[in-house]
């Protein structure tokens, strides 16, 4: 078969409004500037592009230099280009000229291109659904030797992705907030939130998504990690500022069933001398889900509680959900203003615990004002200043995701961006009120949700040291992933007797872990379970065993006091960290290579990472483990807290490790203020 004529292929690229499109047949391709060093590429087969930024903010002012010749398009903006052939294939350079990124394509239609082929295999393809969208798939070349990192929180222990088969999706204990840091200096921001797939495989990569209409990503060039998130955090924005009362321990159990029982719990810290930040109501403290208020029965004076939990130096945290029991008083009104999502098949249930529920639709902006009215009403009003955003994937009993459509369309186009609309109802209707540093809990997170001042924790995780090692990667990726607000259930969700000496080495294991997070806090679902307090409401749900810390033994109770006096200890340095985060989009736990990109090693190491810019965090992984080999890397010196010594970079120590420490390194002349483990 003779190739298609070269003529067929030019006048083809134009300059419009600032950026360089393609046009050829019934695809539209556009590239244009959005910030420095950073590049917005779209793709489209409907008659317009859409318009929606999803996690993009509008750019800084910048401009492109565009160079069109009869074969090639190029764009410049600073440390990036993108060059486009008449075939269509897309080519991303640094200012040096070196290959960031490029599209696979293997057809015998641009004669000029290097990978001329039968296989006739396009680099953007749109499938058509009958009668409705395109599933899209955008393909790369791929460099085997290449480090992936970001992505979000996915429960499985690689912190490098390269390799890994990712789903677009979120679920209990996944985030899907699809950024990535490539060691090959460039960041991707997959900016559409539609359910998909993104294989980082050997030959390719290759992005997916099952419905949309439009191909939508963001790419930005730099020398070093930290100039790569920097620029990302100017794109989708940064957090804000953390709240003083949010930086120190965090006391959680599955459920205090009364007023009188969390009072209790606070005076008992209170009376020991330990310091509590924050104390929690958690889940079904209510009469239905959806009534977003206290059950009367068994938390009789909000108020009165609140006044003393603030005497005793606590915030309390309240958890709201966001399915509405169709026997909640709420449900009529809402289903009458189309507040809630709806079932394109069968019955409009998307959960049956407790009751036959739906979602609030948070991707309709009266939605988000009708809850955040009703939370303002009876908790913010009463005192209440920090929510508990759970169940905020959405969770379904099923993840149907083609069952489900939502104000903004249907799930499997945009779905993903549920998250960071349930933590934006929240975050502007505390601003509204004059929260001037809104922070809120919730168990998910899409791209830009860190703007909307969204603290994420990992989800309902398993108690076991296994689950312990997938924090760790979950952690450090999600803080790539411009999510530096994170933290996890110390000791995991699901199971643990406080009476097991299996299931307290892990908790005091991953308690000297959490007092290095970005927030502290202790919460699960302790065996064995108390039985229900009462017949309706609120006290139809059972609860967990105790979980405070001195529920584990004195001796364990010896060393968790010490951690929470050690995190107080901290809070100066804290506060700076948070601080970075707030102005640069600096993740506050990071690998070993985000502070020494020239350090090879430093790249491969996946079991420790930075607490700050001068604290080198070694945590215990692994049960019976009472000592461990810590890397430390070439280009600075470093002192263990525990002995003083000093060590030049370069090398790998082993360390010991008893019960009562994990390995701790200071940098060699940082000025922290306050001693770790009495150096």
């Known amino acids: 078969m003779a190739l298609l004529g070269d003529t067929k292929y030019s006048g083809v690229f134009f300059e419009v409004d600032g950026g360089l499109e393609r046009h050829f047949d019934d695809e539209t391709l556009r590239i244009e500037p959005w910030g420095e060093n950073s590049l917005r590429i779209r793709a489209t087969k409907e008659p317009a592009f859409s318009g929606e930024p999803w996690a993009l903010l509008p750019p800084a002012p910048c401009k492109a230099e565009i160079e069109i010749e009869t074969y090639t398009a190029r764009l410049r903006n600073g440390g990036i280009e993108a060059e486009i052939s008449s075939g269509g294939k897309l080519t991303l350079r640094n200012g040096q000229g070196k290959i960031l990124l490029e599209e696979y394509i293997r057809n015998r239609k641009d004669p000029h291109a290097a990978y001329c082929s039968a296989l006739e295999v396009e680099p953007r393809e749109f499938c058509p659904i009958l009668g409705g969208d395109y599933t899209l798939r ?369 908790l005091v294991r991953w308690f000297e872990y959490g007092a290095f997070c970005p927030v502290m806090r202790l919460h699960g679902d302790r065996e064995p379970s108390l039985p229900p307090i009462g017949e309706k409401g609120g006290g139809i749900c059972s609860s967990g065993s105790d979980n405070e810390i001195w529920s584990y033994g004195e001796e364990n109770y010896g060393i968790l006091r010490d951690h929470i006096l050690l995190r107080e200890r901290m809070r100066p340095y804290i506060d700076r960290i948070m601080r970075e985060a707030h102005e640069k989009g600096t993740p506050v736990i990071r690998p070993l290579f985000y502070d020494f990109p020239k350090d090879p090693a430093a790249w491969n190491v996946e079991d420790q990472f930075f607490f700050g810019p001068d604290l080198l965090i070694a945590p215990v992984l692994h049960a019976g483990e009472r000592e461990r080999n810590v890397y430390l890397p070439t280009g600075a010196d470093w002192v263990e807290t525990h002995s003083g010594k000093t060590y030049p970079g370069g090398q790998t120590v082993l360390c010991q490790a008893p019960i009562e420490r994990i390995p701790v390194f200071v940098r060699k002349g940082a000025e922290l203020g306050f001693s770790v483990y009495g150096e």
């Open 138 to 506: 955008v393909r790369f070349e791929s460099a085997p030797e290449e480090k992936l990192y970001g992505m979000g929180q996915y429960q499985m222990p690689h912190l490098d992705l390269k390799g890994c088969d990712l789903e677009l999706a979120q679920r209990n204990s996944q985030a899907s907030v699809p950024f990535l840091l490539s060691s090959l200096g460039y960041g991707f921001l997959w900016n559409n939130p539609g359910v998909g797939r993104v294989c980082f495989g050997k030959n390719l990569t290759t992005w997916e998504a099952r419905s949309t209409r439009e191909m939508d990503y963001w790419v930005t060039a730099g020398d070093s990690p930290a100039q790569i998130e920097e620029a990302y955090a100017r794109a989708t924005g940064t957090v804000p500022e953390m709240p003083d009362f949010a930086k120190g321990f965090w006391q959680c159990k599955l459920r205090y069933r009364t007023q009188e029982e969390l009072l209790n719990v606070a005076r008992e810290y209170k009376r020991l001398g330990v310091p509590v930040s924050v104390i929690v109501v958690d889940f079904f403290h209510w009469p239905h889900q959806g009534d977003w208020k206290f059950d009367p029965d068994y938390w009789p004076d909000p108020e009165g509680m609140i006044r003393q939990l603030k005497e005793m130096g606590m915030e309390l945290m309240v958890s709201i959900w966001p399915t509405v029991d169709q026997e909640s008083e709420n449900y009529t009104e809402m289903l009458k203003k189309g507040l809630l999502i709806r079932a394109d098949r069968g019955l409009r249930i998307a959960m049956d615990f407790i009751g036959n529920t739906v979602h609030f639709d948070a991707t309709r902006p009266e939605a988000r004002q009708f809850i955040w009215q009703k939370a303002k009403q009876n908790y913010f009003d009463k005192g209440v200043k920090l929510f508990w955003l759970d169940e905020a994937e959405p969770e379904y009993s099923r993840y149907d995701f083609d069952l489900y459509r939502y104000y903004l369309g249907p799930n499997l186009r945009v779905g993903n961006i549920y998250p960071a609309m349930y933590a934006k109802a929240f975050f502007d209707g505390m601003r509204s009120e004059g929260v001037e540093r809104p922070i809120n809990l919730l168990r998910c997170a899409w791209a830009g949700s860190q703007r909307y001042g969204a603290l994420v924790w990992s989800g309902d995780i398993h108690s076991s040291f296994a689950s312990l090692r997938n924090q760790l990667a979950a952690g450090l990726n999600m803080g790539l992933a411009g999510i530096p607000w994170w933290t996890t259930d110390i000791g995991g969700f699901h199971g643990g007797d406080p009476k097991d000496p299996a299931f307290r080495e892990l």
